[in-house]
């Protein structure tokens, strides 16, 4: 954690109302905005990727733990940092993707900031965002359909449903 972090997570956490409130108040819209979205001051250790070399990082956890919150939050720092330049998005069916990973309450397009948001072609089944990185939907329903394109990383959720 950034000391930065540090120092807000415990301004947050162990300051009284009216000192957090006062901290607040002296934030500008574009650092509040900021401070909305930033992700990693939010979530739990639990919910951020590894910080280790990994190849397959797996959440198995219950109901409301986040982890489709965690994955769209890993997705949008894939694509905003510049280190993947195309991903895969892969449900139990599109419209699990859709309603889901893309357009839920803790989807993609939720959890991205207004000049992050990426552009949504559901037509196309992708997801652009402004820095030209990219994410491709797929249903595993249609395994065949990966075969192909060559992702650099993959978000694919709820794998306990699929076939």
Known sequence: MTSYRKKLNDLLQTATPEIRQTYLNTLDREELIYLLYDWPLWARDKQLPPESDWHIWLLMA???????RAGAEWVRMLA??????????????????????????????????????????P??????????????????EDPNQLRGPEHEKAWCDEIAKWR
């Open 62 to 68: 219950g109901r409301g733990f986040g982890k489709t």
């Open 80 to 121: 905003m940092t510049g280190t993947c330049g195309l991903i895969a998005l892969v449900g139990h069916t599109m419209d699990d993707v859709r309603h889901v990973m893309i357009e839920g309450a803790s989807g993609i397009l939720q959890v991205s900031p207004p000049d992050e948001k990426p552009t949504w072609l």
């Open 123 to 140: 037509s196309r089944r992708l997801l652009i965002w402004p820095n030209g990185a990219k994410a491709r939907c797929y249903s595993s």
